[in-house]
């Protein structure tokens, strides 16, 4: 028989215990879909989720106060991921990103949030901006990580307090060295390739950091125009053209500030430079 998931709403009715596999737990769940006590509906779970089941199992003791906030904390859980706030581009909301198994609050860059595809993001402790938050964020990885790129793909929705129970931090552990996304600062370089197809050429000018991918993209944009019709010419023996690519730190010494100088007054400096 094939099984459909469904969503049930309602109050422990026993203390949970450890499944029958690792990592899981079992626990009964008292439903009603009136305010009659008749119509209450006890429910036989398990959870494999081991986020879930460790909460289950080491947060909810018999007779404690401190039960109830954590069943709040999981029905609030529940109705983030049942009912996720829509996110729109350009609002400055902190949003919750999907990242693996867990799901963590990521703070768009301002005037870089506005999409479709890809947008630039800092991820922030879960319960940022308390003092706490920040010298734990700090411990599992938060602090580190700078502006990042996020595939809009990625957003579950406008960040809510429910989603906490799902990330790295409410699980103590530190983020992943790889959690899926690149620096978000860009550089432009332009390159000048031989012209008969083999490898030989040099990179004729190198433009960041960008702080913005807007701003990259427009550099790009005007010194693609700038080049058109003068690929072939500008410098004989090679084909010259301009691409993005993410900013390499390493070399910074290399770069041109795009931010102190006009682009195209750069390339034209950089041309000269080789003519001479």
Known sequence: MDTKPSTIDGFLYTVPTPGARPGTAQFELISSPTDDPADDTVFSCTTEEPRIADALLTEIQPGEPEDQAVVD??????????????????????????????????????GDDYGPEMIAVALVHPDTPHAAAYLHGRQLGYTERGWLRCETTAILGTWQPGYAML????????????????????????????????????????????????????????????????????????????????F?????????????????ALLDAAVAGVSA
């Open 73 to 110: 904390g999981f029905r609030a859980m529940l109705a983030a991921v049942r009912n996720p706030e829509p996110w729109t581009p350009g609002r400055s909301l902190d949003v919750a990103v999907r990242i693996g198994p867990f799901v963590e609050r990521a703070h768009p860059r301002p």
């Open 167 to 246: 990330t790295h931090a409410a699980a103590n552990l530190p983020l992943p060295d790889d959690i899926g996304m690149d620096l978000a600062h860009y550089a432009l370089y332009i390159e000048a390739r031989s012209r008969d197809d083999s490898r030989d050429g040099f990179t004729l000018l190198r433009l960041g950091p960008y702080t913005q991918t807007r701003h990259a993209q427009q550099d790009y944009v005007r010194l693609t125009a700038a080049l058109d019709g003068r690929e072939t010419t500008i410098v004989p023996g090679y084909r010259v053209s301009a691409r993005y690519a993410p």
């Open 248 to 264: 390499d730190v390493g070399d910074h010494q290399l770069f041109a500030d795009p931010y102190e100088a006009d682009a195209a």
